[in-house]
């Protein structure tokens, strides 16, 4: 009697205490998991045709606007403030990625075989070889710059049918392009690809920093190996954020070294990255979207997603916005 009367006493005691270490387990995770909170924002199933699904998408600089790739094919979608079809255009051609210019204006299209611009109704493709091997950003309303596996092109352009100067930085073989993106101020740009990431200062058109080969989490920069996915510059142009399969890492641009209390910040890959602001930085990773302080580098906030395609931040209002793999777009409010 004495011994059962211990046995149940023993498993009272283990239920009790799996139940207080679940429930701080618990309250663990509510500080970190379930803060950001989707709402749809457009739907094909909001009568629209099941065919109009959102897949890549870019925000306007000076607008709460949306400029969406729409699957399948070949069409861009200008989205209102109130993410309804404001305008439709259409290139021959199967677009995969889209850039806005600064003045809102003008779209740089990439597709599956050429490089288009697209401004005031009217669409001029680039005369280069091989244009879907490039990937590119609009620095002004004329003028994109445009990564490539061999060059950097930096174009201008007199729409809408001729390039008035084009000029070539470097001449390598990096194998790929991967990840785009250019300064708030548009003085630099940062290009990541098969094992290296380079920032180039765009007005004077010389190479800042390059990193090749061996850059490892605590030397600052991705592991030997390792694919660029997504960069990112802050608001205010003070940091550069890169992501790749299995590390993350920040520089300061200032002198293009990571800050200390930065290194090792971030232990694995991600899809993309993106800062909400100078000291919110956030990363979409296979199964959830997690929120990292610049300023402390730990981990302040985590939500589990499924199936998202794309994310982005707007410039104009620091709204947060994903597309999903069911042509749906959401926006999230809580980062």
């Known amino acids: 009697m004495t011994q059962t009367r211990v046995r149940l006493f023993l498993i009272a005691a283990i239920l009790y205490v799996g139940s207080v270490y679940s ?18 924002a457009y739907t094909y199933e909001d009568g629209n045709k099941p065919s109009d699904k959102a897949y890549r998408f870019s ?3 000076r607008q709460r606007k949306l400029a969406v790739l729409m699957y ?28 806005i210019a600064p003045d809102d204006n003008s779209f740089l299209l990439r597709g599956r075989h050429g490089m288009y611009l697209s401004r005031s109704g009217r669409i001029f493709r680039f005369p280069i070889k091989k244009a879907s091997d490039y990937l590119g950003v609009c620095s002004d ?8 596996t061999t060059d950097i092109k930096q174009v201008k352009c007199s729409m809408p049918t001729k390039v008035t100067d084009v000029v070539t930085g470097r001449k390598a073989d990096y194998h790929g392009v991967s990840a785009v993106c250019i300064s708030p101020d548009h003085r630099y740009f940062a290009i990541g690809g098969f094992n290296y990431l380079e920032v180039w200062d765009t007005e004077k058109w010389r190479l800042l ?17 390792d694919w660029v996915n997504s960069v990112a510059f802050s608001s205010d ?11 993350t890492v920040m520089l300061n641009t200032a002198n293009w070294k990571q800050a200390d209390h930065l290194k090792g910040l971030l232990s694995c890959g991600a899809y993309q990255v993106d800062f909400v602001k100078p000291d919110k930085l956030i990363l979409l990773n296979p199964s959830d979207i997690s929120e990292y302080s610049t300023v402390t580098g730990k981990l302040v906030g985590r939500v589990d997603v499924e199936g998202i395609v794309d994310m982005h931040v707007s410039p104009f209002d620091g709204t947060v916005a994903t597309s999903d793999i069911a042509g749906r777009i959401f926006t999230w409010s809580g980062f």
């Open 72 to 99: 399948p094919g070949n069409r861009l979608w200008v989205m209102d403030d109130q993410f309804r079809r404001e305008r439709e255009i259409k290139i021959d051609d199967e677009l995969l990625h889209v850039s």
């Open 237 to 247: 142009g003070k940091l550069l954020a890169a992501t790749g399969s299995l590390s």
């Open 23 to 40: 429930m701080c387990d618990l309250g663990r995770s509510k500080e970190t998991k379930l803060r950001p909170i989707p709402s749809p």
């Open 209 to 225: 920093k390059k990193i090749v080969g061996k850059w490892n989490i605590t030397g600052g920069g991705v592991r030997e190996g």
């Open 141 to 148: 309303s004329s003028t994109v710059v445009l990564a490539g």
């Open 59 to 61: 925000f306007f600089n």
